[in-house]
């Protein structure tokens, strides 16, 4: 098993900042990428950004990009989403997923979800 703490969600105006952190535990070693989803009232959840374990390769949501960078630091097993230029569109639950190697048995693993208010 994979358990994901995720920690930084809060309230910001707009054009603020803020940095999200998701630490992972346990079965680390069967994690093959990590990331952020994130899920507005109303609306399907939406991949924000993903990051491999080695770090060589991210990719971002056309609404990401330019203002979200996604980080990771293999030292303390913790992915970071630094979120400048917030609007309110950003407004969102957002989710930490760290997804498995092929063929694991359990493909994906969850957060707990960190809500993100951005105030006009």
């Known amino acids: 098993q994979v358990q994901l703490v995720e920690s930084g969600g809060g309230l910001v105006q707009d054009g603020g900042s803020l940095r999200l952190s998701c630490a992972a535990s346990g079965r680390i070693f069967v994690i093959n990428d990590m990331g952020w989803y994130r899920q507005a009232p109303g609306k399907q959840r939406e991949l924000v950004a993903s990051?491999?374990?080695?770090?060589?390769?991210?990719n971002y949501a056309d609404s990401a990009k330019g203002r979200f960078t996604i980080s990771i630091d293999n030292g303390k097993n913790t992915v970071y989403l630094q979120m400048n230029s917030l609007k309110p569109e950003d407004t969102a639950v957002y989710y930490c997923y760290a997804e498995t190697f092929p063929r694991m048995t359990v493909s994906k693993y969850w957060g707990q979800g960190t809500q993100v208010t951005v105030s006009s």
């Open positions: 990051i491999t374990t080695s770090g060589e390769s991210s």
